[in-house]
């Protein structure tokens, strides 16, 4: 049997997407190999949002075509995703013979058997496709791995018209396709017949979901008509979704905090920068205002609710006033969590081409302090839950000590806590008695006997 590696750079979206993927190849008669050495079939599926993630895939593809060219073996080589899309036949040669767009992942197990019978030496396809966006949907699931999968990721959507002047995403992803409620409530329903307990509804910008496909209903958006749909799904116990964009957080989906048990109260909700200067200029379409208005809200609905955002420091035309105004928003807001990314200047982006590129090294310094700032708040925020009885689902055998088990707190914290196999994929109460810089630990309040 032929067997497939795959490699995944960047965000959730491609981590959905080379499951389905791997699935596909199952499908096909493929297994999936330990590592690139012993494959048949070597995919790397790629980042385009910022040139360190893509020096990363093109890095790693040298390497592994320089090892497959000594072993002297037959390897189907190939990119997918983001950077195939953008960079396409580029990408061909050097050992590698496939290139595959964002819209032409489900192709990829017939174009590998293709290249590997020998009836093509190369095959590049980044054409659009229609209806592509109701094609990820398979999952390999526990597999090779006898812990069950508790949580797993449903696309929703792909691609995104905001158009924000830093991002590549319209461009590699194309215009935002939503699929069907019923479509995924469907695959919803099958990943609970196979023992998941959470899902993450997945998108560049899942509030706009269903937007031209599907009418507001009782002033409910397409989006929260999903999640009301995925809500009554029984069996499932958790509900979560990412990203939306501030801009689409109207408040019927605050309510839905309030009204929907299953919500999980957190949102990754990406502010960018806290200057009304430079939120217009990365034409995100809401104010620093409106931004603190929304977590005010969502606060009030939910106080507990746990929340992650994105910054990018070094916009074109950022001053320090600007980045002071974003170290502001930070404190005010007291952040659970905070990814900050130097800005990358993006091919065909608008900001690329905007006048004032910050200097490379006041872009890391400002990185410097944010990061050290959003820290600070993350580890204090992780302290205040000391002494609490957290809701956990149980997800398996810890990653730093198998011997202890972890699972997720509702607002999305990591907790430890001792246990035996059979408690995964329950939802049972822990006492936290201690924090680390991003971890929980604690002790279950009642073990289930079973
Ligand atoms: N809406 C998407 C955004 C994808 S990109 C989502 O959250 O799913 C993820 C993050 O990368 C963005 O929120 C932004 O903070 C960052 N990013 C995007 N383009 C960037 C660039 N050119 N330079 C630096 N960071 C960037
Ligand atoms: Fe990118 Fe902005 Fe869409 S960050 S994915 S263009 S919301």
Same mark, same amino acid.
């Given at each position: 049997?032929?067997?497939?590696?795959?490699?995944?750079?960047?965000?959730?979206m491609? %981590?959905?997407d080379?499951?389905a993927v791997?699935?596909?190849?199952? +499908?096909?008669?493929?297994?999936? +190999?330990?590592?690139?050495?012993?494959?048949?079939?070597?995919?790397?599926?790629t980042?385009s949002?910022?040139?360190?993630? =893509?020096?990363?895939?093109? $890095?790693?593809?040298?390497?592994?075509?320089?090892?497959?060219?000594?072993? #002297?073996?037959?390897?189907?080589?190939?990119y997918l995703g983001c950077m195939a899309q953008s960079r396409g036949r580029?990408l061909?040669?050097?050992?590698?013979?496939?290139v595959l767009g964002t819209q032409k992942l489900h192709r990829a197990?017939e174009l +590998?058997?293709?290249?590997?019978?020998?009836?093509?030496?190369?095959l590049c396809d980044t054409e659009a496709e229609a209806g592509s966006e109701a094609q990820i949907?398979? !999952?390999?699931?526990? /597999?090779?791995?006898?812990?069950?999968?508790?949580?797993?990721?449903?696309s929703?959507m792909q691609g995104c018209n905001?158009r924000?002047?830093?991002?590549i995403v319209p461009q590699t992803r194309g215009e935002e396709r939503s699929r069907?409620?019923?479509?995924?409530?469907?695959?919803?329903?099958?990943?609970?017949?196979?023992?998941?307990?959470?899902?993450? /509804?997945?998108g560049q910008i899942?509030?706009s979901?269903?937007?031209r496909l599907?009418?507001?209903?009782? $002033?409910?958006?397409?989006?929260?008509?999903?999640?009301?749909?995925?809500?009554?799904?029984?069996?499932?116990?958790?509900?979560?979704?990412? @990203?939306?964009?501030?801009?689409?957080?109207?408040?019927?989906?605050? %309510?839905?905090?309030?009204? /929907?048990?299953?919500?999980?109260?957190?949102?990754?909700?990406?502010?960018?920068?806290?200057?009304?200067?430079?939120?217009?200029?990365?034409?995100?379409?809401?104010?620093? %205002?409106?931004?603190?208005?929304?977590?005010?809200? &969502?606060?009030?609905?939910?106080?507990?609710? #746990? &929340?992650?955002?994105?910054?990018?420091?070094?916009?074109?035309?950022?001053?320090?006033?600007?980045?002071?105004?974003?170290?502001?928003?930070?404190? *005010?807001?007291?952040?659970?969590?905070?990814?900050?990314?130097?800005? @990358?200047?993006?091919k065909d982006?608008?900001?690329?081409?905007?006048?004032?590129?910050?200097?490379?090294?006041?872009?890391?310094? *400002? !990185?410097?302090?944010?990061?050290?700032?959003?820290? =600070?708040?993350?580890? +204090?925020?992780?302290?205040?839950?000391?002494?609490?009885?957290?809701?956990? /689902?149980?997800?398996?055998?810890?990653?730093?000590?198998?011997? *202890?088990?972890?699972?997720?707190?509702?607002?999305?914290?990591?907790?430890?806590?001792?246990?035996?196999?059979?408690?995964?994929?329950? &939802?049972?109460?822990? !006492?936290?008695?201690?924090?680390?810089?991003?971890?929980?630990?604690?002790?279950?309040?009642?073990?289930?006997?079973?």
């Amino acid at each position: 049997m032929p067997s497939v590696f795959i490699k995944t750079y960047g965000c959730q979206m491609n %981590e959905r997407d080379s499951d389905a993927v791997a699935a596909q190849f199952i +499908a096909c008669g493929y297994t999936l +190999a330990a590592s690139e050495a012993v494959a048949d079939v070597v995919l790397l599926n790629t980042c385009s949002v910022r040139d360190a993630a =893509e020096q990363k895939a093109l $890095g790693r593809m040298t390497n592994v075509a320089a090892t497959i060219r000594k072993q #002297g073996r037959q390897v189907v080589l190939g990119y997918l995703g983001c950077m195939a899309q953008s960079r396409g036949r580029e990408l061909l040669g050097a050992g590698v013979n496939l290139v595959l767009g964002t819209q032409k992942l489900h192709r990829a197990a017939e174009l +590998a058997d293709e290249l590997l019978a020998g009836r093509q030496t190369t095959l590049c396809d980044t054409e659009a496709e229609a209806g592509s966006e109701a094609q990820i949907r398979d !999952h390999v699931l526990a /597999l090779n791995d006898s812990r069950p999968v508790v949580s797993a990721y449903v696309s929703i959507m792909q691609g995104c018209n905001q158009r924000c002047t830093f991002c590549i995403v319209p461009q590699t992803r194309g215009e935002e396709r939503s699929r069907s409620i019923e479509d995924i409530v469907a695959e919803c329903r099958g990943l609970v017949a196979r023992g998941v307990k959470e899902i993450t /509804l997945l998108g560049q910008i899942v509030t706009s979901y269903g937007r031209r496909l599907i009418p507001v209903q009782d $002033g409910k958006s397409p989006f929260v008509q999903l999640l009301e749909a995925v809500h009554a799904v029984e069996g499932l116990e958790r509900i979560r979704f990412t @990203s939306p964009h501030p801009k689409g957080y109207g408040t019927d989906l605050v %309510e839905a905090y309030a009204r /929907l048990p299953k919500l999980c109260e957190s949102a990754h909700l990406p502010v960018q920068s806290g200057s009304n200067r430079v939120l217009k200029l990365m034409h995100r379409g809401y104010t620093r %205002e409106r931004y603190l208005e929304l977590v005010g809200q &969502l606060r009030t609905a939910q106080p507990r609710i #746990g &929340l992650g955002t994105d910054i990018i420091v070094g916009f074109p035309g950022e001053t320090g006033e600007d980045f002071a105004q974003t170290l502001d928003l930070v404190q *005010r807001v007291q952040f659970d969590s905070a990814y900050v990314f130097k800005y @990358s200047p993006r091919k065909d982006t608008p900001a690329a081409a905007m006048p004032d590129q910050v200097p490379v090294e006041v872009r890391e310094e *400002r !990185h410097a302090r944010l990061l050290l700032a959003v820290t =600070e708040i993350g580890q +204090a925020r992780l302290q205040r839950l000391v002494g609490q009885t957290v809701q956990v /689902l149980v997800e398996g055998p810890s990653r730093k000590n198998p011997a *202890r088990l972890e699972g997720r707190t509702r607002s999305n914290q990591i907790v430890v806590f001792e246990g035996t196999p059979r408690h995964v994929g329950q &939802l049972l109460d822990v !006492h936290v008695t201690r924090a680390s810089a991003v971890t929980l630990y604690g002790d279950p309040a009642i073990l289930n006997p079973d």
